[in-house]
């Protein structure tokens, strides 16, 4: 059977609508569901159920998971979702562009299911832990989120490009039937070969070319000087003149907007 984890949506006081589920693994794009908050209120749930598995009592595990079936899931609301699948959406255009015609139909299809006041998502996701440890699956979950946030375009580990399904949406009969992109994607999960481009991933190194442009580029605003004491404004003469501006403003805006990001990374 695997570790399985649920993604639901209450329909009625006690009782909900199953829209996704997964096996063995963690889908992305319900991370992406996720924030620091709903993470807080859980968290303390989380702890004290690992504490009560460490002990090993089989009894008083049982009767706890029998006497609180929701205890541990992730209570996501109306208001929560739109925020937070905004946040996941500029992320993936920048870090894979080729699972937003899915993530699209994910989204949409999840919003639709929206039909009543004051319904919200519920993620059961506990069992995942099972591989790792609860404080590790928590601690990774508040990565994750980090790198949504930041736009952080490494350090992500639950997204498998190559397979949106089991890593992207998790499976689901209805929603096979709404979404063109799901039946694609599940032929597409078959390849051996993953297949996305590569998108560049911005550290420190990349400030060094930036830099050498502008080391270099006073030498070119000495050879256009000696240009003009020698012929004036010449068509030679403007032509460096101009590329050596452009030089400069280009690699100063670089440099602005690389440090920008790798700051945000910190931050």
Same mark, same amino acid.
């Given at each position: 059977?695997?570790?399985?984890?649920?993604?639901?949506?209450?329909?009625?006081?006690?009782?909900?609508?199953?829209?996704?589920?997964?096996?063995?693994?963690?889908?992305?794009?319900?991370?992406?569901?996720?924030?620091?908050?709903?993470?807080?209120?859980?968290?303390?749930?989380?702890?004290?159920?690992? %504490?009560? /598995?460490? +002990?090993?009592?089989?009894?008083?595990?049982? #009767?706890?998971?029998? =006497?609180? @079936? *929701?205890?541990?899931?992730?209570?996501?609301?109306?208001?929560?979702?739109?925020?937070?699948?905004?946040?996941?959406?500029?992320?993936?255009?920048?870090?894979?562009?080729?699972?937003?015609?899915?993530?699209?139909?994910?989204?949409?299809?999840?919003?639709?299911?929206?039909?009543?006041?004051?319904?919200?998502?519920?993620?059961?996701?506990?069992?995942?832990?099972?591989?790792?440890?609860?404080?590790?699956?928590?601690?990774?979950?508040?990565?994750?989120?980090?790198?949504?946030?930041?736009?952080?375009?490494?350090?992500?580990?639950?997204?498998?490009?190559?397979?949106?399904?089991?890593?992207?949406?998790?499976?689901?009969?209805?929603? %096979?039937? /709404?979404? +063109?992109?799901?039946?694609?994607?599940?032929? #597409?999960?078959?390849? =051996?070969? @993953? *297949?996305?481009?590569?998108?560049?991933?911005?550290?420190?190194?990349?400030?060094?070319?930036?830099?050498?442009?502008?080391?270099?580029?006073?030498?070119?605003?000495?050879?256009?000087?000696?240009?003009?004491?020698?012929?004036?404004?010449?068509?030679?003469?403007?032509?460096?003149?101009?590329?050596?501006?452009?030089?400069?403003?280009?690699?100063?805006?670089?440099?602005?907007?690389?440090?920008?990001?790798?700051?945000?990374?910190?931050?």
């Amino acid at each position: 059977m695997g570790n399985r984890a649920y993604l639901s949506i209450q329909t009625e006081k006690d009782s909900n609508e199953l829209l996704f589920e997964a096996n063995n693994s963690l889908p992305f794009f319900w991370i992406g569901l996720l924030d620091d908050e709903i993470l807080d209120n859980v968290k303390p749930v989380w702890l004290e159920i690992e %504490e009560l /598995l460490n +002990s090993e009592d089989d009894d008083k595990i049982e #009767d706890y998971f029998r =006497n609180n @079936p *929701n205890t541990g899931s992730f209570r996501v609301e109306k208001k929560s979702f739109l925020q937070n699948i905004h946040k996941t959406q500029l992320f993936l255009e920048s870090y894979a562009p080729e699972s937003i015609p899915i993530f699209n139909d994910f989204r949409s299809f999840i919003h639709s299911k929206f039909t009543k006041p004051n319904q919200y998502l519920l993620l059961d996701i506990l069992e995942i832990a099972g591989f790792t440890s609860i404080s590790e699956l928590i601690s990774n979950l508040y990565d994750e989120i980090k790198i949504i946030k930041t736009q952080n375009l490494q350090g992500i580990t639950h997204l498998v490009r190559h397979d949106l399904i089991a890593g992207g949406t998790g499976f689901s009969t209805e929603f %096979e039937e /709404l979404s +063109s992109f799901y039946a694609k994607e599940m032929k #597409d999960r078959m390849k =051996n070969t @993953p *297949n996305y481009p590569n998108v560049k991933i911005i550290t420190k190194k990349s400030l060094t070319p930036h830099i050498a442009v502008l080391i270099l580029a006073p030498l070119f605003t000495y050879i256009t000087y000696r240009g003009y004491i020698k012929e004036g404004f010449s068509s030679t003469v403007i032509i460096l003149g101009l590329s050596n501006i452009m030089f400069y403003s280009y690699s100063i805006f670089r440099l602005i907007q690389i440090s920008t990001v790798i700051q945000s990374k910190k931050s």
